[in-house]
């Protein structure tokens, strides 16, 4: 069993910046993508970004050269940097990894229950 669990979203005003994190515990022999996504209200959850294990990430046009993903290996947690956020950044950010649990055992599909980020105007 793999547990993810999200801390650091909250409050801020528009042109702030907010730090979140995702550590994964559980059962864990590797975890190759990790990577956040948002779900604002009325609309589809959407990738924000994705990052591998040795470092390549992605971003979504709309937070490129504003949020910065990272992840430090040796303590299953990811980042999510996010600075000069707007109120259109407003969500519930998840994240999820893809984690294998053994060397032999296939890698499953695992999210966090989501930290809710509000940017005001």
């Known amino acids: 069993q793999v547990q993810l669990v999200e801390s650091g979203g909250g409050l801020v005003q528009a042109g702030g910046s907010l730090r979140l994190s995702c550590a994964a515990s559980?059962?864990?022999?590797?975890?190759?993508?990790m990577g956040w996504y948002r779900q604002a209200p009325g609309k589809q959850r959407e990738l924000v970004a994705t990052?591998?294990?040795?470092?390549?990430?992605n971003y979504v046009d709309s937070v490129k050269g504003r949020f910065t993903i990272s992840r430090d290996n040796a303590k299953n947690t990811m980042y999510l940097q996010m600075n000069s956020l707007k109120p259109e950044d407003t969500a519930v950010y998840y994240c999820?990894?893809?984690?294998?649990?053994?060397?032999?055992?296939?890698?499953?599909?695992?999210w966090g229950q989501g930290t809710q980020v509000t940017v005001s105007s």
């Open positions: 990052i591998t294990s040795v470092g390549s990430t």
């Open positions: 559980g059962s864990i022999f590797s975890i190759n993508v």
């Open positions: 999820n990894a893809d984690v294998r649990a053994t060397r032999w055992s296939m890698a499953y599909d695992y």
